[in-house]
């Protein structure tokens, strides 16, 4: 859908709290029990984890569309550190209504970069998002969850800070570097990732996803929090026999 923002002012003027509302607190909260507790009903074999997407740089995308964030963010710097302000403050309470239901772990998603890094200064960042995130997760914390922050893109360079707001474990396609979380957090973070590119699934031959599972194990497997996951997951558009050939040779290949 086309962005209903036409000039980057009236971007730079938006309250998401006061356009979008606080839902009632009490109501969120029951309304997120329900969720978990009846989704672990369903899946008592699995962890169900709560989740929210529109965090920060999401909810501000979603909101302007990236046209108009990135004219915005162009045009002052200061005040659309303030819009995005008020994304933080209706996740925020979100963040709350999570922190009081018995749900142990929570994926926090905000793909804040693209493919190529950061798409504005990473002063920025630092400065105005990674704080307000150490804020959001703050009343998890203090309430004993376990928080997995989710980005697509390349965030490489960010990996330490966002560790240092308080990430449990990370979640990332394969731009962001292995390599370097497995170094540095192999062994203290949950890692749900890989150097297999849905891409590769897509695209590639036998031979080129068995590489990129090759790559991964030897680096990898012996990291107590690693889950194998493919970079933005597994599209409808794979091709079913790669597909199956990913996960045999991975089942094969796995492990412990």
């Known amino acids: 859908a086309a962005s209903p923002f036409t000039e980057p002012e009236q971007v730079l003027a938006f309250d998401a709290v006061e356009e979008y509302g606080l839902p009632d607190f009490d109501e969120l909260v029951a309304f997120y029990e329900r969720c978990y507790t009846g989704g672990q009903a369903a899946h008592p074999e699995q962890i169900l984890t709560g989740g929210y ?5 999401s909810g501000a995308i979603d909101a302007f569309g990236w046209e108009m964030l990135l004219l915005a963010a162009a045009v002052d710097k200061r005040a659309f550190a303030k819009v995005l302000d008020s994304f933080f403050e209706l996740t925020l309470h979100h963040m709350k209504a999570w922190a009081a239901t018995s749900c142990p772990v929570m994926i926090q ?3 804040m970069v693209w493919t190529q890094g950061a798409f504005i200064h990473p002063d920025f960042y630092r400065e105005v998002i990674f704080p307000r995130y150490q804020r959001l997760w703050a009343p998890l914390k203090e309430a004993g969850k376990i928080v997995l922050y989710c980005s697509d893109g390349t965030w490489t360079e ?3 800070d966002v560790a240092a707001a308080g990430a449990d474990g990370f979640i990332f396609e394969p731009t962001t570097s292995l390599d370097y979380v497995v170094e540095r957090y192999g062994q203290s973070k949950a890692i749900i990732g890989s150097k297999v590119d849905c891409r590769t699934l897509t695209f590639g031959t036998r031979e080129q996803i068995q590489a990129e599972i090759d790559a991964t194990l030897a680096i990898a497997k012996d990291c107590p929090g690693f889950m194998f996951a493919v970079g933005n997951h597994i599209p409808s558009n794979v091709p079913v026999d790669n597909g199956l050939f990913y996960m045999d040779y991975l089942r094969e290949h796995w492990e412990r």
């Open 53 to 57: 997407y529109k965090t920060i740089v």
């Open 158 to 160: 960010f990996v330490d």
């Open 109 to 111: 998603h905000d793909d």
